[in-house]
Protein backbone atom coordinates (compact mmCIF):
# COMPACT_ATOMS: atom_id res chain seq x y z
CA UNK A 1 0.00 0.00 0.00
CA UNK A 2 1.17 3.32 -1.20
CA UNK A 3 -0.42 5.71 1.86
CA UNK A 4 -3.34 6.96 -0.99
CA UNK A 5 -6.89 5.35 -0.59
CA UNK A 6 -8.41 4.35 -3.55
CA UNK A 7 -10.80 7.35 -3.73
CA UNK A 8 -7.68 9.74 -3.29
CA UNK A 9 -5.75 8.56 -6.08
CA UNK A 10 -9.04 7.91 -8.56
CA UNK A 11 -9.81 11.78 -7.67
CA UNK A 12 -5.67 12.66 -8.37
CA UNK A 13 -6.45 10.67 -11.95
CA UNK A 14 -8.84 12.62 -12.84
CA UNK A 15 -7.40 15.96 -12.10
CA UNK A 16 -3.99 14.69 -14.09
CA UNK A 17 -6.21 13.56 -16.74
CA UNK A 18 -8.76 15.93 -17.37
CA UNK A 19 -9.61 19.98 -16.83
CA UNK A 20 -12.95 21.08 -15.38
CA UNK A 21 -15.88 20.51 -17.85
CA UNK A 22 -14.03 18.10 -19.99
CA UNK A 23 -16.45 15.16 -20.88
CA UNK A 24 -14.56 11.77 -21.27
CA UNK A 25 -15.73 7.68 -21.25
CA UNK A 26 -15.29 5.15 -19.18
CA UNK A 27 -12.73 3.44 -21.82
CA UNK A 28 -10.92 6.44 -22.08
CA UNK A 29 -10.51 6.75 -18.24
CA UNK A 30 -9.43 2.99 -17.94
CA UNK A 31 -6.62 3.68 -20.82
CA UNK A 32 -4.84 6.85 -19.16
CA UNK A 33 -5.10 5.71 -15.76
CA UNK A 34 -6.12 2.16 -15.13
CA UNK A 35 -2.13 0.95 -15.45
CA UNK A 36 -1.31 3.71 -13.12
CA UNK A 37 -3.73 2.42 -10.85
CA UNK A 38 -2.64 -1.59 -10.74
CA UNK A 39 1.03 -0.76 -9.96
CA UNK A 40 -0.14 1.00 -6.80
CA UNK A 41 -2.68 -1.50 -6.05
CA UNK A 42 -0.70 -4.82 -7.52
CA UNK A 43 -3.19 -6.82 -5.30
CA UNK A 44 -6.32 -5.68 -6.65
CA UNK A 45 -7.34 -8.18 -9.44
CA UNK A 46 -10.38 -6.40 -9.78
CA UNK A 47 -9.18 -2.90 -10.68
CA UNK A 48 -11.24 -1.99 -13.39
CA UNK A 49 -14.63 -2.72 -10.81
CA UNK A 50 -13.14 -0.60 -8.37
CA UNK A 51 -12.64 2.39 -10.47
CA UNK A 52 -16.09 2.08 -11.36
CA UNK A 53 -17.26 1.97 -7.46
CA UNK A 54 -15.18 4.56 -6.88
CA UNK A 55 -16.32 6.77 -10.28
CA UNK A 56 -19.87 6.18 -8.80
CA UNK A 57 -19.07 7.55 -5.21
CA UNK A 58 -17.14 10.71 -7.13
CA UNK A 59 -20.80 11.26 -8.76
CA UNK A 60 -22.75 11.22 -5.87
CA UNK A 61 -20.20 13.68 -4.27
CA UNK A 62 -20.30 16.21 -7.26
CA UNK A 63 -17.36 15.50 -8.44
CA UNK A 64 -18.22 14.52 -11.78
CA UNK A 65 -21.61 13.99 -13.47
CA UNK A 66 -22.69 10.84 -15.33
CA UNK A 67 -24.40 11.07 -18.24
CA UNK A 68 -24.93 7.18 -19.17
CA UNK A 69 -23.52 4.97 -21.70
CA UNK A 70 -20.23 5.82 -19.79
CA UNK A 71 -19.84 8.89 -20.04
CA UNK A 72 -19.23 11.53 -17.73
CA UNK A 73 -18.09 15.08 -17.07
CA UNK A 74 -15.08 16.10 -14.59
CA UNK A 75 -16.58 18.99 -12.12
CA UNK A 76 -13.28 19.72 -11.17
CA UNK A 77 -14.36 20.45 -7.75
CA UNK A 78 -11.14 18.03 -6.48
CA UNK A 79 -7.84 19.34 -6.02
CA UNK A 80 -5.07 16.93 -6.43
CA UNK A 81 -2.60 16.57 -3.20
CA UNK A 82 0.60 18.58 -2.89
CA UNK A 83 1.99 14.85 -2.02
CA UNK A 84 0.31 13.83 -5.55
CA UNK A 85 1.92 17.26 -7.35
CA UNK A 86 5.25 16.60 -6.20
CA UNK A 87 5.00 12.96 -6.97
CA UNK A 88 4.00 12.88 -10.50
CA UNK A 89 6.51 15.37 -11.73
CA UNK A 90 10.32 14.82 -13.57
CA UNK A 91 12.25 11.70 -11.62
CA UNK A 92 9.51 10.58 -9.73
CA UNK A 93 7.53 10.25 -13.10
CA UNK A 94 9.80 8.93 -14.45
CA UNK A 95 10.35 6.00 -11.42
CA UNK A 96 6.63 6.09 -11.36
CA UNK A 97 6.32 4.56 -15.18
CA UNK A 98 9.01 2.11 -14.58
CA UNK A 99 7.06 0.47 -11.14
CA UNK A 100 4.35 0.47 -13.83
CA UNK A 101 5.84 -1.06 -16.44
CA UNK A 102 7.27 -4.11 -14.37
CA UNK A 103 4.17 -4.31 -12.31
CA UNK A 104 1.85 -4.97 -15.57
CA UNK A 105 4.60 -6.85 -17.13
CA UNK A 106 6.03 -8.88 -14.52
CA UNK A 107 2.58 -9.10 -12.31
CA UNK A 108 5.15 -8.77 -9.29
CA UNK A 109 4.45 -4.98 -7.56
CA UNK A 110 7.27 -3.21 -8.04
CA UNK A 111 6.89 -1.59 -4.15
CA UNK A 112 10.78 0.28 -4.13
CA UNK A 113 9.98 2.19 -6.93
CA UNK A 114 6.66 3.13 -5.87
CA UNK A 115 8.18 4.31 -3.00
CA UNK A 116 10.81 6.17 -4.87
CA UNK A 117 8.26 7.64 -6.48
CA UNK A 118 5.88 8.87 -3.90
CA UNK A 119 8.20 10.00 -1.64
CA UNK A 120 8.11 13.97 -1.01
CA UNK A 121 12.18 13.97 -2.28
CA UNK A 122 12.70 11.20 -4.50
CA UNK A 123 15.93 11.90 -5.82
CA UNK A 124 16.86 11.47 -2.00
CA UNK A 125 14.61 8.10 -1.87
CA UNK A 126 16.06 7.37 -5.14
CA UNK A 127 19.36 7.77 -3.52
CA UNK A 128 19.26 5.82 -0.60
CA UNK A 129 17.85 3.22 -2.41
CA UNK A 130 21.01 2.85 -5.44
CA UNK A 131 23.61 4.06 -2.67
CA UNK A 132 22.15 1.56 0.27
CA UNK A 133 24.07 -0.98 -1.93
CA UNK A 134 21.06 -3.88 -0.75
CA UNK A 135 19.14 -5.68 -2.95
CA UNK A 136 15.28 -3.90 -2.59
CA UNK A 137 12.26 -6.16 -1.71
CA UNK A 138 11.31 -5.38 -5.96
CA UNK A 139 15.12 -6.86 -7.01
CA UNK A 140 14.64 -10.04 -4.91
CA UNK A 141 11.42 -10.87 -5.60
CA UNK A 142 12.05 -10.26 -9.78
CA UNK A 143 15.71 -11.89 -9.23
CA UNK A 144 13.47 -15.41 -7.44
CA UNK A 145 11.14 -15.60 -10.91
CA UNK A 146 14.89 -15.70 -12.43
CA UNK A 147 14.38 -11.97 -13.79
CA UNK A 148 17.72 -10.22 -12.94
CA UNK A 149 15.88 -6.41 -12.90
CA UNK A 150 18.30 -3.92 -12.75
CA UNK A 151 16.25 -1.16 -14.33
CA UNK A 152 16.67 1.03 -11.17
CA UNK A 153 20.13 1.31 -11.73
CA UNK A 154 19.97 1.63 -15.93
CA UNK A 155 17.22 4.27 -15.07
CA UNK A 156 19.47 6.57 -12.82
CA UNK A 157 21.82 6.33 -15.46
CA UNK A 158 20.17 7.82 -18.35
CA UNK A 159 18.66 10.52 -16.23
CA UNK A 160 21.25 11.48 -14.83
CA UNK A 161 21.69 14.51 -16.54
CA UNK A 162 18.40 15.69 -16.88
CA UNK A 163 18.06 15.81 -13.69
CA UNK A 164 21.83 16.64 -12.00
CA UNK A 165 22.18 13.76 -10.45
CA UNK A 166 25.33 13.40 -8.65
CA UNK A 167 27.68 11.62 -10.03
CA UNK A 168 28.00 9.45 -6.33
CA UNK A 169 24.79 8.49 -7.04
CA UNK A 170 25.60 7.78 -10.85
CA UNK A 171 28.43 5.43 -10.13
CA UNK A 172 27.00 3.31 -7.84
CA UNK A 173 24.41 2.50 -10.31
CA UNK A 174 27.31 1.83 -13.13
CA UNK A 175 28.88 -0.33 -10.12
CA UNK A 176 26.27 -2.67 -9.59
CA UNK A 177 25.09 -2.94 -13.35
CA UNK A 178 28.76 -4.02 -14.13
CA UNK A 179 29.19 -6.66 -10.69
CA UNK A 180 25.33 -8.01 -11.79
CA UNK A 181 26.30 -8.34 -15.79
CA UNK A 182 29.70 -9.52 -14.90
CA UNK A 183 27.66 -12.35 -12.43
CA UNK A 184 25.54 -13.24 -15.46
CA UNK A 185 28.51 -14.00 -17.59
Same mark, same amino acid.
Given at each position: MVGTTWKQAVA??????YRPGQEFTLIEFYAGAEERLQAMYPDNATVQATIRQILQRHRDAGLLTF?????????? +??? $?????????????????? =? *??RITAETKIAATDYLA??? +??? $?EQALRELVLGGHAGA?? =? *?????????LSMERLTIELAGRYALGADLVSA????????????E
Open positions: DELARLHGNGRYTYNG +AHR $PSSRADQAFGGLAEAVYQ =L *AAVAR +ASD $PTF =L *ALNATRRLDAADRLAYFQSES
